[in-house]
């Protein structure tokens, strides 16, 4: 009873909105049925007459557009990969599949037996983009319902100039918000034109993975079932297929407010893991199962891909170890960050552990060595009402020692303290750039590791940058390019002859974190991620709409953010309190 109402809710929906569908909706499961008749005999000895896909594939072999494997198997529950459903596709519906001197995607050379097949369809089959700005196929990920509807949607050519009825997919599918925003449009056409129809149990299974049965049975419906003229590109008509990678949006320089960046023109579909946490809030190390997290106020990644991050307020620095799937305390803030100064080579003056707190985390690449900021407020006993500010940088790993440290003298009370979001840039193992919001203002030092350091930029005289947010920089030679996402711009420095100028602005988008890879800010706001050069080009480099959560937690937003050496992206979900892995 329930799916016979539901059905004659999406047909009242369908012909009340769109005035007449273009075929008849299909039944729930119908894309199963209607099996080819008086097929020849195919003998494979694991697919007996029986089966129910046998006459689906006995045609398609027959037809020469699939085949089964040497050892006579068809292996008809194999799940189908990317690579496998592109050649099918190419010999289903007559695509010309030609050898090519060049390769559209990085991880498929043209040596690959693949290459003549997905460069056939790269312009219907959507690619990917990693954290290195290179375009790949993934062609041994599995092909999902998803992609193979939006690409058997777009290669044969179905209207898509009027605006698809997503209430009806809302009414037919209870697992409607399943998919992805940006193939909404095309499973609704393909279920208007009975090119897929879901399951009995009213579900469309869009993030589900297809068997070789099943796909065989997808492209005998579309190519070979019915009379609608299935031919690529709907006959006499012509269709400019839609690229299959987002590219990079057109360079600005200094403009006050930046053209919208690029969306991707189709699915692509990120899936995220939970790491750690998820289980509540809390401060328990262990296996990852029993985990928790109470806060995560910084965090990076080392080259092993571990995952170091700082809870400020119990001064403490944890670790997930990546190989053995733990979490431990890896350094808590204790009498190893004592300091004795001495600033004239007699009198020592002793800053206590107990007053330094933790900030932000950094890690130098060039040393693989972890680094922790933050501040130590004393008050001197020759100064009545004045306090020492003194911003301090320890190396943490393999032991504590004082790394950089400047100081600042700050006039009223105690509670005087300066919660400072400054970046740390390492451009060698000894040389560390990092900024400092002081009284006088935000200012950029320059530091020997081990040793005090000097301004090289300084808000208060004019030459640095008005600092009021979260701040990465990447450092050149002689340009630090900073973005903000307080004031949402990003500067750049000249330091020698001294220059100050705004590279480009964001008025319109507020954003929650950044981080630096291979000379490119990321940033994200919400769930989505963009990309920003330092040139000023920016990009969407994952649209929170196209994540798809294995553990079915959604991420409202991403509070902290860092990058893999595999280019997939970790972050930080505050409201589940967990660290997630966005696959790319």
């Known amino acids: 009873m329930k799916r016979m109402t539901t059905l004659l809710i999406a047909f009242m929906l369908l012909f009340s909105i769109v005035g007449t569908a273009s075929a008849a909706l299909p039944e729930y499961g119908e894309e199963w049925q209607n099996a080819p008749d008086n097929t020849p005999a195919v003998s494979f000895t694991d697919l007996p007459e029986t089966h129910w896909a046998y006459q689906y594939i006995a045609e398609m072999v027959n037809r020469k557009i699939i085949n089964g494997y040497p050892d006579n198997k068809f292996r008809p529950n194999n799940t189908i990969t990317r690579a496998e459903f592109a050649k099918i596709m190419v010999t289903a519906s007559g695509i010309q599949a030609k050898k090519v001197n060049y390769s559209s995607f990085s991880d498929i050379p043209v040596t690959n037996w693949a290459s003549p097949y997905v460069e056939a369809v790269k312009d219907y089959m959507t690619g990917y983009r990693n954290a290195n700005g290179e375009y790949i196929f993934n062609p041994s990920s599995p092909a999902l319902r998803e992609d193979i509807t939006v690409a058997l949607v777009k290669l044969k050519g179905y209207d898509m100039s009027r605006l698809p009825d997503h209430s009806m997919l809302e009414a037919m599918f209870t697992d409607f918000e399943g998919i992805s925003e940006s193939a909404k449009d095309y499973v609704a056409v393909a279920v208007e034109n009975g090119l897929v129809s879901g399951f009995p149990d009213e579900t469309f299974r869009p993030q589900a993975t297809v068997t070789r049965a099943e796909a065989t049975v997808m492209l005998w419906r579309a190519f070979q079932f019915g009379n ?29 407010t930046p053209s919208h960046p690029q969306q991707p023109s189709q699915a692509v579909k990120f899936s995220v893991d939970t790491l750690v946490g998820g289980n509540g809030r809390g401060d328990v190390d262990g296996p990852v199962r029993m985990a928790k997290i109470n806060a995560v106020d910084s965090m990076v990644l080392d080259k092993d891909d571990n995952v170091f991050f700082l809870d400020s307020s119990n001064k403490k620095i944890r670790k997930f170890n990546q190989s053995n799937g733990t979490v431990e305390t890896f350094k808590t803030v204790n009498n190893q960050f004592n300091w004795d100064y001495a600033s004239d080579g007699q009198n020592v003056t002793h800053y206590d552990y107990s007053q330094f707190t933790p900030i932000k985390l950094a890690y130098n690449v060039a040393s693989n060595k972890l680094y922790v900021s933050g501040n130590v407020l004393i008050k001197p006993s020759n100064y009545s009402s004045d306090y020492y500010n003194i911003h301090t940088i320890y190396e943490v790993s393999p032991a504590v020692q004082m790394a950089a440290y400047t100081f600042d003298r700050l006039s009223g009370s105690y509670g005087d303290v300066y919660d400072t979001h400054e970046f740390i840039s390492f451009t060698d193992e000894q040389t560390i750039f990092y900024k400092q919001q002081l009284g006088s203002g935000d200012v950029v030092y320059q530091a020997t590791l081990g040793g005090a350091s000097s301004i090289i930029a300084n808000a208060g005289d004019k030459t640095g ?51 630096v890879c291979n000379g490119k800010f990321y940033i994200s706001s919400g769930t989505t991620i963009y990309e920003l050069t330092t040139d000023g080009k920016w990009s969407v480099f994952i649209d929170g709409k196209d994540l798809i959560y294995n553990d079915g937690n959604p991420i409202k937003k991403i509070s902290q953010l860092s990058l893999d050496s595999n280019g997939n992206v970790i972050v930080y979900d505050d409201d589940n309190k967990a660290i997630r892995r966005i696959n790319l």
């Open 228 to 256: 609608d003229n299935k031919s690529i590109g709907g006959g006499e008509q012509t269709t400019t297929p839609t690229p299959s990678v987002t590219q990079p949006a057109s360079p600005t320089t200094n403009p006050s």
């Open 465 to 515: 940058v008005d600092l009021t947010g979260r701040v990465e920089a990447i450092v050149t030679n002689n340009d630090i390019f900073i973005f903000d996402t307080g004031n949402r711009t990003l500067s750049k420095i000249q330091l020698f002859p001294r220059k100050v100028e705004k590279v480009v602005s964001f008025d319109s988008i507020t954003f929650d974190s950044v981080t």
